[in-house]
């Protein structure tokens, strides 16, 4: 065990850094200093290098009720860092490595991690909506020692942050750091429903309800599988410009669909209904949209959104009978250690688009910034930057 001693002079002590605390629901961000512990056994510390901002952190940061709604808070999920410290038992990454934190979890060793069709680690997946450590404590506290909540298992709003191995994915550092940090989350997402949970096929017809990054992603999945029509639906209509670069082929705005409902419009533009429809925003409504403007007979609907309210969706079952599907997805279905690498490969190949996916940069100080442009769809991606360049 000698390459465990530690090498640095912070390996086995607390961390003092600074880290942007939600107190309450829907409150700006605090920046704060906080204590972060070493890491228990199963665990690795990183510095946090950047991180940005997807809109499951919108959602939750909102949420002021439930039993998923926890605070005060460190929020963030998307994010690279580089590992400072490793627990008892990981032998996987070591100090020094470039790594992605994956809110999704992957031990490897359970019945799903080792089937190919599943995701959903039946070990620790039932931990992600507390995010909380396996052993159910926090690492993070403030001055006053109060303890402060992890979310979704990464909590990469804080210069330094613990996470279990199982979060964890070492990256090659080939690829800047900011580009694979936003293979940390939502394009992952996207590029994995278009192509694992949905299997889009050349020629096919798609929908895309929500053209955030998420959004975009299924479209640059679609793309490169040859879809011949890729249709986004987005209230906001500058999201088609920006979805051209991704392979979007036809724009409609539902503020604009007046006479006849988005879905029937899918069905004339698709000839019957689209192969694959994706719900990318989180509403119940928008899921049932999506899934009647897809084609009976097989037509696939994919739903990636976090329901913003909790609300059920609500199907007749004459219209599921005619041979439609409608399923979820969590991460689209990547496996976290064996798929991101694959990913990154793929754009350091040349293949994948990523940099259009970054609207904005700023830094730690400026999160907040961060917050409005994404609830104001101004922006896909902002990259936060969490120490000075
Ligand atoms: N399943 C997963 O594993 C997973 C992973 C990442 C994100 N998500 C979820 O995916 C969704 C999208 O995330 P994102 O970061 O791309 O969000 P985003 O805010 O960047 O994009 C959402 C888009 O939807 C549009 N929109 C909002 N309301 C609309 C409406 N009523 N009709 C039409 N368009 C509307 C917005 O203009 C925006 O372009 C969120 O619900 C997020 O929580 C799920
Ligand atoms: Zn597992
Ligand atoms: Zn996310």
Sequence with gaps: MADKC????TAEKPIRCKAAICRNPGEALVIEEIEVAPPKAWEVRIKVLCTSLCHTDVTFWKLNSGPVSFFPRIFGHEAVGVVE????????????????????????ECRDCKSSKSNICCRF?????????????????????????????VSSFAEYTVLDITNV??????????????????????????????????????AIFGLGAVGLAVAEGARLRGASKIIGVDLNPEKFEAGKKFGVTDFINPASCIEKPVSQVIQQMTDGGA??????????????????????????????????????????????????SIMGSMFGGVKSKSDIPILVKKYLDRELN???FISHEM???????????????????????????
Excluded at 182 to 198: E, M, N, Q, R
Excluded at 303 to 314: R, Y
């Design 85 to 108: 410290s490793v627990g008892e038992h990981v032998e996987e990454v070591k100090e020094g490595d470039i790594v992605l934190p994956v809110f999704h979890p992957d031990c490897g």
């Design 6 to 9: 530690p090498s640095n002079s």
């Design 275 to 324: 192969d694959y429809c994706f719900e990318c925003i989180g509403l119940a409504s928008l899921m049932q949209d999506a899934f009647y403007s897809s084609r009976p007979g097989w037509g696939k609907t994919v739903i990636l959104g976090v329901e913003m309210h909790g609300t059920p969706v609500s199907i007749s079952p004459y219209e599921i009978a005619l041979g439609r």
């Design 354 to 356: 990523l940099d259009g």
């Design 169 to 206: 994915v070492k990256i090659s550092r080939e690829i800047p750091v900011d580009k694979a940090c936003l293979l940390s989350c939502g394009v992952a997402t996207g590029l994995g429903a278009a192509w694992k949970v949905a299997d889009v096929e050349e020629g096919s017809t798609v």
């Design 363 to 389: 830094s730690f100080e400026d999160i907040n910034k961060a917050f409005d442009l994404l609830i104001h769809g101004r922006s896909l991606r902002c990259i936060i930057w969490m120490h000075e360049q």
């Design 125 to 153: 997946c039932n931990k992600l909506y507390n995010g909380m450590p396996r052993d159910g404590s926090s690492r993070f506290k403030d001055m006053k020692g109060e303890v402060l909540h992890h979310f979704l298992s």
